[in-house]
Structure formats: C-alpha cells, structure tokens
Nanobody, 126 residues
Framework: QDQLTESGGGLVQAGESLRLSCEAS????????MGWFRQVPGKEREFVAA??????????ADSVKGRFIISRDNTDAKNTVYLQMNSLKPEDAAVYYC?????????????????WGQGTQVFVSS
C-alpha cells in the first residue's frame, strides 16, 4: 500500500519561502507523476503543481505559477517530491498534500492514485 508523508510546513511571513517535502513509499514511484495539492477549511482540495515521472515536465496552478517550483528525486534511497514555495502570500496558507497519478494531467484533474497522507500545514502572516 502506498504511503505518503509530507513535511516542511510552518509559519512564515508574506514574501518568505518554504520548501515542502513528500516522502513516498510507493512501489512504482519512479514511473508515476507526483503532485501537490492544498486545502483550507471549508473548501475543496485544490491542485497546486505536478511533475512527470521523469521530472522533465511540470504543471502549475495559475495562482502559484512563477512562485512555486516542483521537483523530485527518483533515486532508490529517496523517493521524494519537493515543492519550493517562494514569495509566499497569505492566501497560500493551507494544508499541503502530495499524491500520485499516471500522468501530470490526471493530477491536474484530481485523478489521484494513492491514499492521502496527513499533510503539512503552512501558515503565512501578512
């Protein structure tokens, strides 16, 4: 069974940066697209970014384009996907989750394959 563990959240001021990590215990990690989502109370979980299994292609939500960068490490020792978040805004505050899919477009459309982890909380003060 897939297991996803997010970390790296915290409290920052607007304009600062954070780097989130997602460690994936997924048997086919290197052949899956990976993505980040976020959710605030009372709202649906929304797509943030996705990266192809090779790492050569990425998709971003318009709200984070130019500020966030998704990357991944497919080595045996570190099945990890990262989200570098720069120029953070108060509206970026949310619980951030990662998940997998067959390709980046499925992630963009919310068609995920893995069980959701606990997420990591990001707070951004103005």
């Amino acid at each position: 069974q897939d297991q996803l563990t997010e970390s790296g959240g915290g409290l920052v001021q607007a304009g600062e940066s954070l780097r989130l990590s997602c460690e994936a215990s997924v048997r086919t990690f290197s052949s899956r697209a990976m993505g980040w989502f976020r959710q605030v109370p009372g709202k649906e979980r929304e797509f943030v970014a996705a990266i192809s299994w090779t790492g050569g292609f990425a998709l971003y939500a318009d709200s984070v384009k130019g500020r966030f960068i998704i990357s991944r490490d497919n080595t045996d020792a570190k099945n990890t996907v990262y989200l570098q978040m720069n120029s953070l805004k108060p509206e970026d505050a949310a619980v951030y989750y990662c998940n997998t899919a067959r390709d980046t477009r499925e992630l963009r459309d919310g068609q995920t394959l893995s069980t959701w982890g606990q997420g990591t909380q990001v707070f951004v003060s103005s």
